[in-house]
DNA sequence: TCTGGGGTCCTAGGACCC
DNA sequence: TCTGGGGTCCTAGGACCC
């Protein structure tokens, strides 16, 4: 049977998410910062037609800012994730098989739908708007590929109202014609540039190139896009996300920290952090290992970044042992009267906790329970009570190190004291 | 003053094995 | 003169994605 899959995008999500609650702003142009509010992440339609640039320093924004009247938040990934969830939970309902690509985007098998895929769409589209206040693009197509493309044109044209198919469109190449190499998923900066070289510009011209140029100039990667464009199936649905192999925290300081003792602090929150994501995943790490750097940005002054590593003997998910391994890497690498703007841990060696190696340094069997105890309590008490409730002392207090977050909006969903009062 | 965070896969080359 | 063949594992670097 021929495949048919649809892409699900949530139109500039994080702005999108910020309105849900705040209906106030949907004729406002609505702005949304990275971390540490450094950089414009996610625009709305009218924060992109003020001119406002993607991926800009928010500093060097202010005036586009004031000039436009526009909303501008710091990230609040709690309302981000909890809506992302929510949307998710509709798309599922609404298909047989389902991959979660991303926060904002699902791939959806829309092979067999009754009615046809456009208009089941169409019904996706209204039902995820309904459900949950956020708005979607859904394009169709006979890959990945060819469905990420349909959903740039369902985004770009108005007159798709958000939905476009492009497995009975009459002349899919003309479409092709259309899109810019670079725009094809899959196809970066470096490959655009390769595949220019070539004579492609478009991806109509990317797909009418000889299959093995391809696989030469660009490796078994961009054979699977040339593969994809010709509607061959070449990156599988993905329903169960695989264990994660390496795991990362790292965070921007809100200002620069020169104090080894505030940079083990950071580091162990870090590490703690990460230690969540590990266990929750079922796993176990064999190494950590911490980096820091100063500004990249800074004049002047020379950049220092660093890494080191620690083993983890035997390989352990127990928070405690991966923050003292941690804070000792980040020790070793420290280098005195620098100004450090971010640092980071990242675990890797992972196993599945249920088939661990088994070492001779094990603990008895005592130990093992006492820590799986400790680690257990605090994730009960943290899943009832909020995030942090429980934390290790090494993670900090005061945490003058934390990142900026002047903009943030409540997190409506996920914080009891947060929840939006309605008065009626 | 101020510039994000978290991943995956592929390839080439070296070490090492029989 | 002449210097095998085949394989695995690891790492660093490059490329991509959101």
Redesign the pocket.
Known sequence: MRRLYALV?CNN?YASCERVFAPHLRERPVVV???????V?ARSAEAKAAGIPM??????C?GLFKRHGAAVFSSNYALYGDLSARVMAVLARLAPALEV?????AFLDLAGVPGGAGAWARRIRDEVHRATGIPVSVGVGESKTLA?IANRVAKKDPACEGVFDLAVHPDPDAVLARIET?????????????LESLGARTALEFKRLDRDLV?RA???????VWLELHGVEAVPLEQAA???????????????VRELAELEEAVAA?AA??AD?LRSQGSVASCVLAHLHT????QGVPHYANAASQALVPATDHPPDIIRAARAAVARIFRPGL?Y??A????TGLEAASSRQLSLLEPGREESERKQALAETAERINRRFGRETARFAATGAVRPWA??QTRRSPRYTTVWDELPVVRA
């Open positions: 995008d999500f910062l990275s971390n540490n509010d450094g950089c992440v991926g800009k320093p928010a500093f060097q202010e690509y991303s926060i904002d985007e990420k670079g725009d094809v998923w899959g196809v970066g900066r470096r490959y655009a540039r390769r696989r660009l490796t078994v990667a961009g054979l699977h695989p264990a994660k192999q390496a795991i990362a925290s790292s965070r921007s300081f809100g200002r620069p870090y952090r990460a994501k500004s990249r940005f800074r100004d703007k971010k980071g841990v990242l675990l990142m900026r």
